[in-house]
Nanobody, 126 residues
Framework: QVQLVESGGGLVQTGGSLRLSCAASGRTFSSSAMGWFRQAPGKEREFVAAISWSGDNTDYADSVKGRFTISRDNAKNTVSLQMNSLKPEDTAVYYC???????????????????WGQGTQVTVSS
């Protein structure tokens, strides 16, 4: 059973930056694609970013391209999301996610998610 624990959320002003981290347990982390999703109040959960098992391939939602960067450290079983130029519309609960599929295909997001973290709140004030 894989457990995912997010950290790094908080309150930031428009234009500011935050870095989210996700610590994963389990031996399958290094063979799994990982990603981030978010859910704003009253809205459905949406894809944000994904990274392949090796870190060589990534995918981003159009709304965050050029502002967010996903990365991973397989030696430490962690995946991170660097968020720059934050906007009020980025306010949401951010969830770390794992897929049993190792690859990431541009435009397809993170497929077949089977593990979720508990979420961390990101609030961007205007």
């Amino acid at each position: 059973q894989v457990q995912l624990v997010e950290s790094g959320g908080g309150l930031v002003q428009t234009g500011g930056s935050l870095r989210l981290s996700c610590a994963a347990s389990g031996r399958t982390f290094s063979s799994s694609a990982m990603g981030w999703f978010r859910q704003a109040p009253g809205k459905e959960r949406e894809f944000v970013a994904a990274i392949s098992w090796s870190g060589d391939n990534t995918d981003y939602a159009d709304s965050v391209k050029g502002r967010f960067t996903i990365s991973r450290d397989n030696a430490k079983n962690t995946v991170s999301l660097q968020m720059n130029s934050l906007k009020p519309e980025d306010t949401a609960v951010y969830y770390c996610a794992r897929s049993p599929i190792s690859s990431v295909v541009a435009g397809l997001g993170l497929r077949f998610v089977n593990s979720w973290g508990q979420g961390t709140q990101v609030t961007v004030s205007s």
